[in-house]
C-alpha cells in the first residue's frame, strides 16, 4: 500500500503563497496524483491532478494560481500555491491511484473525482483576508 504525507500547510495572508509537498513511499511513476481539499461542512473537491506522462489538470477555481508537479525520483508531489484567497482556506490532501492502459497509453479516469485508493492525512491551508 501507498503511504502519503503531506506538509507545507499553514496561515498566509491573501495574496500570499504556499508550497505543500506529499512525499510518498512507493515509487509513483506510474500513478495519477492529485490534490484535494475540503472546507468544513463541504464534500471535498479535486483541484489539481498529474498523470503519469506529467501532464496536469485544474479545476477552474485554482487554474492560473497553482501549480502540480511531481519529483519521481523522490517519490515527492507539490502544490504551489500562489495568490492565495480566503476561500481557498481547507485541508489539502494529496491523493494517489493506479492509473489505467487504454488504447496504448495511461491515463487518469475521472480524475477530479474523489475516489482515489490512497490518500494523506491532510495538512491545513487557512488565508486570511
Known amino acids: 500500500q501507498v503511504q502519503l504525507v503531506e506538509s507545507g500547510g499553514g496561515s498566509v495572508q491573501a495574496g500570499g503563497s504556499l508550497r505543500l509537498s506529499c512525499a510518498a513511499s512507493?515509487?509513483?511513476?506510474?500513478?495519477?496524483l492529485a490534490w484535494f481539499r475540503q472546507a468544513p461542512g463541504k464534500e471535498r473537491e479535486g483541484i489539481a491532478v498529474i498523470d503519469s506522462d506529467g501532464g496536469t489538470i485544474y479545476d477552474d477555481s485554482v487554474k492560473g494560481r497553482f501549480t502540480i508537479s511531481k519529483d519521481n525520483a523522490k517519490n515527492t508531489l507539490y502544490l504551489q500555491m500562489n495568490s492565495l484567497k480566503p476561500e481557498d482556506t481547507a485541508m489539502y490532501y494529496c491523493a494517489a491511484d493506479f492509473a489505467l492502459y487504454g488504447g496504448g497509453t495511461l491515463y487518469c479516469v475521472r480524475p477530479l473525482n474523489p475516489d482515489y485508493k490512497y490518500w494523506g492525512q491532510g495538512t491545513q491551508v487557512t488565508v486570511s483576508s
Open positions: 512507493e515509487y509513483t511513476s506510474r500513478y495519477c
